[in-house]
């Protein structure tokens, strides 16, 4: 689809500003009401769900020039999905999606950033979203004794990602991972070396062809591997391959689970049993592309009905994140014997972003790390020792915030504290 297929969701906006706050029947707080960052932070229309749909529909009417302000616009959003997920409480509109095309409209008229066109080098060159990658990507495996999955057949795969490929505070994450799937008896297998980048931030950004091109020569890789199942314990590669590959036609028959929804499941069938202490108390932070946008894709071909009230023939199904990775991960973390959890204002589908998403880390570090302190402070104000979340990118943003801003809070994966107990 493109910007013009969204004009009627364009023009159904009726800048009620829904899009910018949490739900009134789900509010806790008023200090926590935004739903937003971008909104939250720079305190003007434009920047919501709202006013980028209407920037949307200036675009196509040619109203409006791709000039400066409007990129800072554009790119000044963590694609968190948190408008649309507000909006869709009431209405059948889709936000997140046209705010998506835009930005596939500004890169295919050339209109971009220096910051990630730098990015989308690297994963044109190297087959990885993190410039100037020095280490091998299979080092983070060394001494595993895990199967090659481009050697040998595996009826798991596990996918690591790039971060957690390149960075060496985030590889215990992988490792644990690999070290409880043996222990439960899965055959697991990793590319290794040959893995690559699964695309999906590239498309977040807007660089769809360049998202398809890694989806394809992923799916590649994964089909003559036999694997049945991908887990991974990076939630932005969970969505890449959950939903876009799904969207594109890319999946297949493929189950996808993020790492907590696999362990869950193996602690529920007893192959897994923390039994050792863990006495902390934490609170969990949802990412957003594991929460609310991991939800499944929903498949739909039908057209609008005309007249005054929108409704669709045959029936449509909205994506409202009600179906996203929620339970699994605070699951796991309840069988950890010893630890506490507690709950932040702003959870599930109305959970506040960690800040680093849709390329705001690399092109406008300062606003991702303004929107990691917001979330900080929340997860403070519950008195917890540390956040805990599932996500690669969101460890990495807030332990880099949390060392500039002199909080105590720790940070941790679920997956970490499960290896501790067990």
């Not at 410039?131 to 009826?155: E, F, M």
């Not at 040959?194 to 998202?211: T, V, W």
């Not at 590669?237 to 362990?263: I, N, Q, R, S």
Request: proline share 4%; aromatic share 8%.
């Amino acid at each position: 689809m493109a910007l013009e297929d969204y004009r009627t969701d364009m023009e159904m906006c009726c800048r009620c500003s829904i899009c910018k706050f949490v739900p009134l029947e789900k509010l806790t707080e008023k200090r926590h009401s935004y739903v937003c960052p971008s909104i939250a932070r720079y305190n003007f229309h434009t920047y919501s769900g709202g006013g980028r749909t209407s920037m949307g529909l200036a675009l196509l009417d040619e109203e409006l020039e791709y000039d400066e302000k409007l990129l800072e616009v554009v790119y000044n959003c963590q694609m968190c999905g948190a408008c649309d997920m507000s909006c869709k409480y009431a209405m059948d509109i889709e936000v997140l999606e046209p705010i998506n095309e835009i930005r596939i409209k500004c890169v295919e008229g050339g209109h971009t950033v220096p910051a990630l066109d730098g990015i989308i080098s690297s994963l044109r060159n190297q087959a990885t979203m993190v410039p100037g990658a020095k280490a091998k990507r299979g080092d983070w495996a060394a001494g595993l004794d895990v199967k090659d999955i481009t050697k040998q057949q595996a009826g798991v795969i596990y996918h690591a990602g790039c971060r957690v490929c390149y960075d060496q505070d985030l590889r215990q994450v992988a490792t644990n991972t690999i070290e409880l799937l043996k222990k439960a008896g899965i055959d697991v297998g990793i590319a290794g070396e040959n893995e690559i980048c699964c695309g999906g931030r590239a498309y977040q950004m807007g660089y769809k062809e360049d998202f398809l091109n890694q989806a394809k020569k992923y799916m590649e890789i994964i089909r003559k591997s036999g694997a049945k199942t991908l887990v991974t314990g990076c939630a932005d590669c969970y969505h890449a391959f959950k939903v876009p590959y799904d969207k594109f036609g890319l999946k297949g028959d493929l189950e996808v689970m993020h790492a907590t929804e696999y362990l869950a499941r193996l602690i529920e069938e007893g192959k897994l049993k923390p039994t050792k202490k863990v006495d902390i108390k934490v609170t969990y932070h949802d990412p957003c592309h594991l929460g609310r946008l991991g939800e499944p894709y929903i498949h739909w071909e039908g057209n609008p009905v005309p007249g005054h009230i929108r409704i669709f023939d045959p029936p449509k199904e909205f994506r409202r994140g009600t179906y996203g990775v929620y339970e699994p991960p605070r699951d796991v973390l309840k069988s950890i014997p010893g630890l506490k959890l507690v709950e932040m204002d702003r959870v599930k589908e109305y959970a506040w972003c960690c800040g680093a998403g849709g390329g705001v880390r690399e092109s406008n570090p300062d606003f991702a790390k303004w929107t990691a302190r917001e979330r900080i402070s929340e997860a403070e104000s519950t008195g917890a020792d540390a956040i805990v979340t599932a996500c690669s990118g969101c460890e990495q943003n807030f332990k880099e915030t949390i060392d500039e801003c002199g909080s105590s809070l720790k940070v941790y994966d679920v997956v970490e504290l499960l290896a501790r107990a067990i």
